[in-house]
């Protein structure tokens, strides 16, 4: 079985400093690791994903994600927040093995971030 | 290129009455999920199509909840009878087929629909 755990459901950060999402996983397999934001009454974006290769991970708008196997997290961050970044953000794992498990993505809670001038 | 588009956007109903939300995904994507998302929750998967196949159901209430896809193409999630507790934003997304790499697990979303059991 597969789970998300992200640490802190709200964090809040001034305008240009640093932002620091937590996410770590349990999976049973090799994970395919993933970000999406989602806006006030919107869909899921994708941020970026890890599947194979460089575990450091950069994405839309500025973030990046560097996954560490030894500490199964997957944590996000950004160098300077912008107020546009404020939103909820979602930590997912799924792996590409067979069964009726392919392609389902596991959900962390969710992280909402709010940015301050 | 349209993305995945959904409708209704917003629904209130009252409970007991059926309600039924629709899902075009994006074209060529033959793998079709619906999630459910609670206030304050990640997103959880109902269900999950290949193509015209439901592949992945162990997560729908089968008691009132049903989902099709006749076509292959768009689909419909319906729930009958609504209840209070199935207030919430029921999100579809889709993704290209299952014939490997790494490409293909990207899944996109929908905008949700927003359903309000009164």
């Known amino acids: 079985a597969q789970s998300v755990t992200q640490l802190g459901s709200h964090v809040s950060v001034s305008e240009g400093a640093l932002v620091l999402l937590r996410c770590n996983y349990s999976?049973?397999?090799?994970?395919?690791l993933f970000w999406y934001v989602q806006y006030p009454n919107q869909g899921l974006q994708l941020l970026l994903k890890?599947?194979?290769?460089?575990?450091l991970v950069k994405g839309i708008n500025g973030f990046e994600a560097e996954f560490k196997k030894s500490e199964t997290s997957f944590h996000l961050t950004k160098p300077s927040a912008h107020m546009s970044d404020a939103a909820e953000y979602f930590c997912?794992?799924?792996?590409?093995?067979?069964?009726?498990?392919?392609?389902?993505?596991?959900f962390g809670q969710g992280t909402i971030l709010t940015v301050h001038p | 290129e349209a993305g995945v588009v959904q409708s209704p956007r917003y629904k209130i109903i009252e409970k007991k009455q059926p309600v039924a939300f629709w899902c075009n995904p994006i074209?060529?994507?033959?793998?079709l999920y619906w999630y459910l998302q609670n206030l304050g929750q990640g997103p959880e998967l109902l269900i999950r199509?290949?193509?015209?196949?439901?592949?992945?159901d162990s997560q729908l209430p089968k008691d009132r909840f049903s989902a099709e896809r006749l076509k292959g193409v768009d689909s419909t999630l319906k729930i009958q009878p609504a209840e209070l507790g199935d207030s919430a934003v029921y999100l579809c997304?889709?993704?290209?087929?299952?014939?490997?790499?790494?490409?293909?697990?990207?899944?996109?979303f929908g905008q949700g629909t927003r359903l309000t059991v009164v």
């Open positions: 997304a889709s993704s290209l087929a299952r014939t490997g790499g790494s490409r293909n697990t990207e899944a996109f």
């Open positions: 999976s049973s397999v090799p994970p395919y």
């Open positions: 890890y599947t194979t290769g460089a575990t």
């Open positions: 997912a794992v799924s792996f590409n093995a067979g069964g009726t498990s392919y392609g389902k993505l596991t």
């Open positions: 074209s060529g994507h033959n793998t």
């Open positions: 199509y290949e193509n015209e196949e439901a592949v992945d």
